[in-house]
């Protein structure tokens, strides 16, 4: 029986270090009343298309795929937007940074999503938003503190790209580990 595995497709970038810093200095717009799991700094990414569970099989067949269709990428440069916080019901869920909308990185969306549609698999019904995320929002005892971070604006203009990776996450008690089954750099 294969074993199964939770894959998703993201970007890294060669602003690594710079994002450490900025989530950092969101550490420091909240105090220690609102519960957050904070991404760790080498989980940092930009998520293209969670994928989810699949078996081993379909993940040796996706790698095989990804090197006959990802053989070459564009140089792609994001311009930051705007810190965001995604609300359910009114309570903050996730916030993180926000990037403008940008031609060569939707072309790779939708790219991925024409390869995992011919598996039958298709993407979330929400619009496709690029954002790092920088945490996750267990419980939120001071909602001052979140609109004081959509408000807050960081001193950075434009990220770049460094490569495209399928990623496998495990998840654990301590938080996820992520696993790059196949990349491609740009």
Not at 19 to 38: A, Y
Not at 55 to 81: G, H, M, V
Not at 112 to 120: D, I, P
Request: proline share 3%.
């Amino acid at each position: 029986m294969d074993a199964m595995l939770r894959l998703f497709f993201a970007v890294n970038f060669n602003e690594k270090d710079l994002f450490v810093e900025l989530l950092n200095k969101s550490k420091e717009l909240f105090d220690n009343q609102d519960k957050i799991k904070w991404v760790e700094e080498n989980n940092l990414h930009l998520t293209i298309f969670f994928i989810g569970e699949v078996n081993e099989t379909f993940a040796k067949q996706l790698i095989s795929d990804c090197d006959i269709q990802f053989t070459t990428l564009p140089t792609i440069t994001l311009q930051y937007d705007s810190n965001f916080v995604f609300y359910h019901k009114k309570h903050p869920r996730v916030f993180g940074i926000r990037f403008k909308e940008d031609e060569a990185l939707t072309k790779l969306k939708t790219k991925t999503n024409k390869l995992l549609e011919k598996y039958g698999i298709t993407d979330e019904e929400r619009t496709f938003i690029p954002h790092l995320t920088f945490g996750r929002v267990k419980e939120a005892k001071k909602l001052e503190n979140f609109t004081k971070f959509e408000q807050h604006a960081f001193d950075f203009k434009t990220a770049s790209i460094s490569s495209f990776v399928l990623f496998q996450s495990t998840l654990t008690s301590s938080g996820p580990i992520y696993k790059p089954l196949w990349e491609i750099k740009l």
